[in-house]
């Protein structure tokens, strides 16, 4: 039976893994590497690296660390942030990462979803998606949230998207819930389940893990594929095997790493 | 073998995006493959590997452009694919509507999404034996691996062990020298390193 997956996520900026609150006040966590390896031992079943400096500041990222993340680590791992064609994707995948993740540049330039899926098969292409509920009570897509400054509404509503890029060649969904990230409240479940209903493909919960709870929610009531989380693991509020203990007493299954 | 008394291993570039990180997890059992992307490449080959990310008929394609079709219907050294390159030892697949190698008997099909199966099959599934083989010393039973595919070949009497995604597929393959995974070893922690070191190990 498929397992239901723990993904860390590692905010990279300047070959650093950092994390913010709601996206504000980075804080340095340590070196990517060395997180990595502690993430794969503990039984991580994936990992998520955000370059988030790379779309703000209008450049791609940085491949070295990808290729020395490759050779170490025998889990899977995508990589994300200012991969906006297809030759960069390329150099991406080729340094080791197993799938590429697409957020603002999918927005500025939707065809990219289908470039890359004919270049390199739906299961390579994760479509990251920052999500807001505006006071009409609409869930909205935002680009550019790597920096503050510089992020920007495209006043597309976040179901729609996701509609759109799984019609592109998306072969999974990221939803990052930016009202509950990083403060560590829960899923933003209600988000979750309508996005749940609009996907077919694997879909991971971003945002707003906080106790061990808050994961068996995400799985139990909003069927996500996956659960990615930050600041508790690196932190060490969560430690994985204790997470996959409490979920798989509850009767989800997870890998026994 | 070569100098280090090691066996020698190419990986064929078939144009497939995890050709490195197969390189690097045979750097881990401390073997330095050669990547090949012709004939003359196979020469002298003790073990051979097909890895793939991609579709079917651009693999195809590019095999035959490299002239690597035939030579690889006509190895004999033991031969493993990987996800899309196991898929290419069948007769057919159903992703494009492509010939394939011929290596193993049988059409790879596209998987139905279900509710609750989302294709792509991407995740952590557990291995189910079908039949003893070699490929699965030391992995235990209900062991975990790293599959990502939209396309699985059917269980038949090759399948060493089938996994289950809306129904059973072939997740680990044998028929004498020819052997598949459908996951992914290099990615697939410790019962990938112990599958793809049996791989080298192994008395064919």
């Not at chain 1, 690196?234 to 203990?245: M, S, T, Y």
């Not at chain 2, 890895?51 to 493993?80: F, I, K, N, S, Y």
Request: aromatic share 6%; net charge neutral; hydrophobic share 45%.
């Amino acid at each position: 039976m498929l397992s239901r997956r723990i993904i860390p996520c590692l905010d990279v900026r300047d070959g650093r893994v950092v994390k913010g609150v709601r996206f504000r006040n980075h804080i340095d966590m340590g070196d990517i590497v060395e997180l990595a390896l502690r993430y794969r031992d503990q039984g991580a079943d994936e990992l998520v690296f955000y370059d988030i400096g790379a779309s703000p500041e209008g450049r791609s990222v940085d491949h070295a660390w990808i290729e020395r993340v490759a050779r170490l680590i025998d889990i899977p791992f995508c990589v994300a942030g200012g991969i906006a064609d297809v030759e960069t994707a390329r150099r991406v995948l080729h340094a080791g990462a197993d799938k590429i993740s697409v957020n603002t540049p999918a927005l500025q330039r939707p065809a990219l979803v289908a470039e890359l899926a004919d270049a390199f098969g739906v299961q390579c292409v994760v479509v990251g998606i920052d999500s807001i509920r505006e006071t009409d009570g609409q869930w909205r897509v935002r680009s550019h949230t790597g920096d503050p400054a510089k992020m920007r509404a495209p006043a597309l509503r976040t179901l729609d998207w996701i509609a759109e890029v799984q019609s592109l060649g998306a072969g999974e969904i990221v939803l990052n819930c930016m009202d509950s990230d990083g403060v560590r409240r829960g899923y933003d479940i209600a988000q979750l389940r309508q996005a749940r209903e609009a996907c077919r493909v694997p879909l991971v919960a971003s945002g707003g893990a906080g106790d061990m709870l808050h994961f068996a929610e995400a799985f139990e009531q909003a069927d996500v594929d996956g659960a990615l989380a930050a600041s508790v693991f690196h932190a060490g509020v969560i430690a994985i095997p204790e997470l996959k203990r409490f979920l798989r007493q509850r009767g989800i299954e997870v890998r026994n790493a | 073998m070569n100098r280090n008394g090691r066996v020698r291993v190419v990986v064929v570039d078939a144009g497939g995006a995890n050709l490195g990180s197969v390189c690097y997890a045979l750097e881990r059992h401390r073997v330095e493959p050669q990547v090949i992307a012709d004939a003359a490449g196979l020469e002298g080959a003790e073990r051979v590997i097909l890895p793939g990310v991609g579709a079917a008929p651009e693999a195809m394609r590019r095999l035959r452009a490299q002239g690597l079709v035939e030579p690889l219907r006509a190895l004999q050294v033991p031969l493993l694919g990987i996800c899309l390159g196991m898929q290419l030892l069948y007769e057919r697949s159903e992703e494009g509507g492509v010939e394939c190698l011929g290596l193993l008997p049988g059409t790879v099909r596209r998987l139905e999404s279900a509710p609750g199966i989302r294709i792509p099959h991407m995740g952590w599934n557990t291995l189910q034996r079908m039949r003893s083989s070699s490929l699965l010393d030391g992995v235990p039973e209900g062991a975990s691996a790293y599959f990502v595919h939209g396309y699985a070949a059917p269980v038949t009497a090759d399948t060493v062990a089938a996994s289950d995604h809306g129904g059973l597929f072939a997740a680990v393959v044998q028929q004498g020298r020819r052997c598949g995974a459908q996951f992914h070893p290099e990615r697939s922690a410790t019962t990938g390193a112990r599958i793809l070191r049996n791989f080298l190990e192994m008395d064919f």
